[in-house]
């Protein structure tokens, strides 16, 4: 992250970069971890829910249609404003339910395809809501998605600058070298991760940019979209209630077709009722994204309630179809596996890339701050140390609460959130407290609670890794083994770090 001023760079480009690349990583990768960490996460949220929904762990989903799910939807919120069926795919081989009520609480039920029985509710919110929305609101609102775009900006021109001020950072992509001095190896493996990665972390930070300039650039619309107005408005239909009772809803089979023959046979798999039993109900359906790389969250149409008249659609243009390929290529919605362990292995080189380049700034720093009896490297270690692997340890706390807690006790879902901040905290605490040593430490936490997690899923389901990849479960035999994975890698570090530390040095010079 550091490199001497050059003869050859008269005009000082790379030294005023490399002063940018040195204080804006360090001071914005702490939140770029947390935004990486949970966005590779969030490539397998829905297969996180299946671990965490054992109730919801199906081989494969039986064909349904929507009209079997109505009469449920109308027994689960009869005073419902609108109901949303959700039918099963791939990846969730469960109906989903959920019901907008006019007095109450939202309803969210699973339904088994195969018994069209609602299933308890599962006291979590899995990856999909806690995951997935941490990654680019840390669990907070408005301001915390402006934090994530600004940190995105920032990354964007961090990988420009690290190119440039590593003027031979692509043939030291070839040169890892574990050697005696920690600053080279963590330097390498800087270089390596950044490389590697590199057309992956550009295109994953612009889009994140773009894909929410709306929520904290509002007046960027209005350029964006000034020539294309119809998708600036994006195209929603809206009606009010008549308040009156109003005829028998219509077939949503007959509704998925007529949607269907609208979008070359793309067949909806999402239906949203809005005022049932009124005399204006009418259906929204929205377009699948599975077969494209595009995200058509937006793309829907409407018909009437009663009669399935076609009522309105949202106007796909050249804008539209533009800003949810970004959307899509930053989402990866798209059914393709090869493509979202891709992205996975992509994200976790990001990971890696933050963590050493804070790992770095503190190993070249450290003799000529503890001389001078400074002690700013050694609090941003310890936030380093807390930022890292403890949000690893959090993460697995999370899955081991989800594990332990009681089902059915009040709010289940909102205690393991509770727990992973807490465990977050006290990993940060630790950090402080423990110094150097707490990256050796910390690797054996990780360790155990990876491999605590797969035993505590074998004995409180029954499907052990061996009996989920029997059945075919490869939802939850695939986090099983990311899980084994991850305890073998963090044992494997921190009995590195014992043997060059002799237990007695520093932890923090074998990081390496």
Same mark, same amino acid.
């Given at each position: 992250m550091s490199a001497p001023a050059n003869p050859d760079d008269p005009g000082g480009l790379r030294l005023a970069l490399n002063w940018f690349h040195t204080w804006f990583g360090l001071f914005v990768g702490g939140l770029l971890f947390v935004i990486f960490w949970t966005g590779t996460l969030a490539v397998f949220d829905r297969e996180i829910d299946r671990w965490m929904m054992p109730a919801t762990r199906l081989v494969e989903?039986?064909?349904?249609?929507?009209?079997?799910?109505?009469?449920?939807?109308?027994?689960?919120?009869?005073?419902?404003?609108?109901?949303?069926?959700?039918l099963p795919d791939e990846r969730t081989p469960v109906a989903q339910i959920l019901a907008e009520r006019v007095n109450g609480p939202p309803v969210?039920?699973?339904?088994?395809p195969a018994t069209l029985r609602a299933l308890p509710d599962q006291g979590t919110y899995g990856g999909t809501?806690?995951?997935?929305?941490?990654?680019?609101?840390?669990?907070?609102?408005?301001?915390?998605?402006?934090?994530?775009a600004?940190?995105?900006?920032?990354?964007?021109?961090?990988?420009?600058?690290?190119?440039?001020?590593?003027?031979?950072?692509?043939?030291?992509?070839?040169?890892?070298?574990?050697?005696?001095?920690?600053?080279?190896?963590?330097?390498?493996?800087?270089?390596?991760?950044?490389?590697l990665a590199l057309p992956f972390h550009l295109m994953i930070a612009f889009t994140g940019v773009a894909i929410f300039t709306y929520t904290y650039l509002p007046s960027a619309q209005m350029v964006v979209f000034a020539s294309d107005p119809a998708a600036a408005s994006g195209g929603w239909f809206n009606r009010a209630a008549a308040n009156a009772a109003g005829?028998?809803?219509?077939?949503?089979?007959?509704?998925?077709?007529?949607?269907?023959?609208?979008?070359?046979?793309?067949?909806?798999e999402v239906f949203r009722v809005i005022h049932p039993g009124d005399a204006n109900a009418y259906v929204e359906v929205q377009r699948p994204s599975g077969r494209t790389i595009s995200y058509r969250s937006g793309t829907r149409a409407w018909f009437d309630g009663a009669s399935g008249e076609f009522l309105a659609a949202t106007p796909y243009t050249g804008t539209t179809a533009a800003y949810e390929f970004l959307f899509g290529i930053h989402a990866v919605q798209f059914d393709h596996w090869a493509l979202r362990w891709l992205y996975f292995l992509s994200g976790l080189a990001g990971c890696a890339l933050?963590?050493?380049?804070?790992?770095?700034?503190?190993? !070249?720093?450290?003799?000529?701050?503890?001389?001078?009896?400074?002690? $700013?490297?050694? =609090?941003?270690? /310890? *936030? @380093?140390? +807390?930022?890292?692997?403890?949000?690893?340890?959090?993460?697995?706390?999370?899955?081991?609460?989800?594990?332990?807690?009681?089902?059915?006790?009040?709010?289940?879902?909102?205690?393991?959130?509770?727990?992973?901040?807490?465990?977050?905290?006290?990993?940060?605490?630790?950090?402080?407290?423990?110094?150097?040593?707490?990256?050796?430490?910390?690797?054996?936490?990780?360790?155990?609670? !990876?491999?605590?997690?797969?035993?505590?899923?074998?004995?409180?389901? $029954?499907?052990? =890794?061996?009996? /989920? *990849? @029997?059945? +075919?479960?490869?939802?939850?035999?695939?986090?099983?083994?990311?899980?084994?994975?991850?305890?073998?890698?963090?044992?494997?570090?921190?009995?590195?770090?014992?043997?060059?530390?002799g237990g007695r040095k520093p932890v923090l010079q074998a990081a390496g």
């Open positions: 989903a039986p064909a349904i249609t929507p009209d079997a799910l109505v009469p449920i939807a109308r027994e689960l919120a009869p005073d419902a404003r609108s109901w949303t069926i959700i969210s039920r699973y339904i088994d809501r806690f995951f997935y929305p941490y990654h680019y609101r840390l669990n907070s609102g408005t301001l915390a998605m402006v934090l994530c600004l940190a995105a900006v920032v990354m964007v021109a961090l990988c420009i600058s690290g190119v440039i001020i590593h003027r031979r950072i692509f043939m030291d992509f070839f040169t890892l070298r574990i050697v005696r001095k920690p600053q080279r190896t963590t330097l390498d493996l800087h270089n390596i991760s950044g490389v005829g028998p809803l219509v077939s949503l089979d007959a509704v998925r077709d007529m949607a269907a023959e609208r979008w070359g046979g793309d067949r909806p933050i963590a050493t380049g804070l790992l770095f700034w503190v190993q !070249s720093r450290r003799k000529r701050h503890e001389k001078l009896g400074l002690r $700013g490297v050694r =609090l941003t270690e /310890a *936030a @380093a140390v +807390g930022i890292t692997t403890g949000l690893l340890i959090a993460t697995l706390a999370f899955l081991i609460a989800n594990r332990l807690l009681p089902a059915g006790i009040e709010d289940r879902a909102a205690a393991e959130v509770r727990i992973f901040h807490a465990a977050w905290i006290a990993a940060v605490f630790h950090a402080f407290l423990r110094g150097r040593a707490a990256w050796g430490e910390q690797a054996w936490a990780i360790a155990a609670g !990876s491999a605590g997690a797969v035993l505590l899923n074998a004995v409180t389901t $029954g499907h052990a =890794l061996p009996v /989920a *990849a @029997a059945r +075919g479960l490869w939802h939850t035999a695939g986090v099983d083994l990311v899980l084994l994975a991850a305890a073998v890698i963090a044992a494997c570090a921190a009995i590195r770090l014992g043997r060059v530390t």
